[in-house]
């Protein structure tokens, strides 16, 4: 029950519900009760007219059935208030949690979601809030009616004969210790079954995911028998702790039969010791059944608790997560774009390989600076330390004369141009995506502008429905460069005054490269601009050069420094000219 504290906030912060609830439960557990008054005067009445031989008076017992009817009617009029309450309680409890987890998700860094699979992130806010939400619901709720019926009704028995009611009780301790018991057990078997519904869920996704590159190689089989495994993994936990959870009822049930028994045994010892009415055994049995539910509810209450408790000890391993990057300033600040390297390093924390190793270099504001080198050399994680993905190792980056550590990151993010090398379109309108890299509304003709920079107006005009056709899951529908080119075009809409371009004209042929750069030459006036590329008819025009390799800067300089060295640079462009 520890990881559960964490929904206090919630229950106070609708303490009215919850307030509501209780005192609907309790009028509805009263007049639920009252109906064994009703019945033992009935079969008072009943065994009066039998001994004495009197008359039947049929006014009499339709009396006794309106007052039933009665009573049933108002006690669940009440109970459906109870549930208009609090398990209304538990559906905005589960609202605010799903928003309280995706916007701890949307602070955290990059260096947790590559250390965490998707399928298990989206397995917590939607199956882990989900069992949460039945513990705030059903659970509370059937705890309260178990409460309130046990109270009201132990007060109605004892108002009769203490003797009997506590033997009526007796069997109950068993009860609660057998579920102490087992409890421990279904927490512990209901942390497995999430993991491995964690582990179906991520499996499932990534399937999904990759389904293109798992038809192109009729690998279908292999991923359907993957998933058969991993299913039948997670169908043994859930069977195991469907029999654990399956040894309460028949328990609940024999305890139920032991009460009824010890009524009927005692009971009926009492009434001919002319201790109590023979209506007070009827009226007893009945009261024994108004707590066969609430009990053995109590199995079933006990396994939403436990599952709950370890759906929120889950959730909360997240929202205790802490991004490793902090944003220490909200000031707001003109964003200039000089940007120094001072013998910067970096070593990625998620699997300890060192990335960059003593970088330096000054870009002042308007310049360009380009970067290549061979793969994994650290070209996109220098980019990364710029946009602030990750924080360095060693060594300091200073941009406009300040620690990019003391920048405001909003100012930082909204003042950079970034098109990663892995372009990723969301499932909405080409003119959606485009207007992402604004947060100002902007109109169809800037649209229209900005794609026209990037050299791929004329081939979102060929579309049907032109600059409102839908992309598609990832962009599913467009080529390797159209991707690339509406992802300039995203870019540079917003004006930046930092454009950053990571190797993202690769997909595109060399003619429309030349295009794209002669259109943003007029963009990048007075930006400051880093293009990352391979080829080097993107870099040659570039202010600064830089050559990395092993996470080092073996050469740096203009393009024809660069050519006079003779050194790698030299040998990449005597390659593309052959």
């Not at 309460?248 to 010892?269: D, E, R």
């Not at 600040?333 to 910067?344: L, P, T």
Request: charged letters at 15%; aromatic letters at 10%; one cysteine or more.
């Amino acid at each position: 029950m520890k990881a559960l504290k964490s929904l206090n906030i919630y229950i106070i912060k609708y303490k009215w519900y919850f307030l509501g609830g209780i005192v609907f439960v309790t009028l509805s557990t009263i007049f639920s009760t009252y109906q064994g008054v009703i019945v033992r005067n009935g079969t008072n009445q009943i065994l009066n007219i039998i001994k004495n031989n009197t008359p039947i008076n049929n006014f009499t017992f339709i009396k006794f059935g309106l007052l039933l009817i009665s009573f049933a009617l108002i006690s669940g009029l009440f109970m459906f208030l109870m549930r208009q309450t609090i398990i209304v309680m538990s559906r905005h409890i589960e609202y605010d949690q799903k928003n309280e987890i995706y916007n701890h998700y949307q602070q955290l860094d990059t260096s947790f979601y590559k250390t965490n699979t998707t399928g298990d992130l989206m397995n917590r806010i939607s199956e882990d809030v989900g069992k949460v939400r039945m513990y705030t619901g059903p659970a509370i709720m059937y705890i309260v009616n178990t409460f309130a019926t046990t109270i009201t009704v132990l007060v109605f028995m004892l108002n009769v004969n203490v003797q009997l009611s506590l033997l009526v009780f007796l069997p109950l301790p068993i009860l609660s210790y057998i579920i102490y018991k087992v409890s421990d057990k279904i927490n512990k078997q209901s942390t497995k079954v999430q993991q491995e519904l964690g582990n179906l869920t991520t499996q499932v996704q990534e399937t999904f995911s990759a389904i293109r590159v798992i038809k192109a190689y009729a690998r279908e089989n292999y991923f359907v028998n993957q998933i058969n495994a991993k299913g039948e993994i997670y169908k043994k936990t859930v069977l195991k702790l469907t029999t654990i959870e399956g040894f309460f009822a028949p328990v609940m049930m024999l305890m139920v039969g032991l009460s009824v028994l010890i009524t009927v045994w005692y009971g009926g010892k009492l009434v001919i010791q002319n201790k109590i009415e023979a209506g007070n055994i009827t009226e007893f049995i009945l009261y024994v059944y108004k707590l066969t539910w609430p009990f053995a509810s109590l199995g079933w209450v006990t396994s939403l608790i436990q599952r709950a408790s370890a759906s929120q000890k889950r959730i909360n391993e997240f929202l205790q997560t802490e991004s490793k990057i902090k944003n220490t300033n909200n000031d707001i600040y003109n964003f200039e774009g000089n940007i120094e390297f001072k013998n910067v390093s970096f070593t990625y924390p998620e699997n300890n390989i060192s990335a960059l190793q003593n970088v330096s270099f000054t870009l002042k504001k308007g310049q360009t600076l380009g970067i290549t080198g061979a793969i994994a050399s650290g070209k996109s994680t220098l980019i990364n330390l710029i946009t602030r993905q990750y924080d360095v190792t060693n060594g300091e980056i200073i941009i406009d004369n300040k620690n990019i550590k003391e920048h405001n990151t909003n100012i930082l993010h909204k003042n950079t141009g970034c098109v990663p090398q892995e372009v990723f379109l969301f499932s909405d309108t080409i003119a959606n995506n485009i207007a992402f890299g604004t947060q100002q509304k902007v109109d169809i003709k800037h649209i229209e502008e900005a794609t026209n920079m990037a050299g791929v107006y004329d081939n979102i005009n060929q579309f049907k429905d032109k600059f409102y056709t839908v992309v598609g899951e990832r962009g599913v529908t467009l080529s390797g460069g159209q991707k690339q080119r509406i992802s300039i075009a995203r870019a540079i809409i917003g004006s930046p005054q930092l454009l950053i371009f990571d190797d993202c004209l690769s997909a595109v042929d060399a003619e429309t490269e030349e295009l794209i750069l002669n259109n943003l030459k007029n963009i990048m006036q007075n930006k400051t601009s880093i293009i990352i590329s391979h080829r080097i008819s993107s870099l040659k025009n570039a202010d600064l050069i830089l050559y990395l390799q092993d996470g080092k800067v073996v050469e740096s300089g203009s393009h024809q420094n660069l050519i006079d060295l003779q050194g790698n640079y030299f040998k990449l462009n005597t390659l593309q000219k052959n």
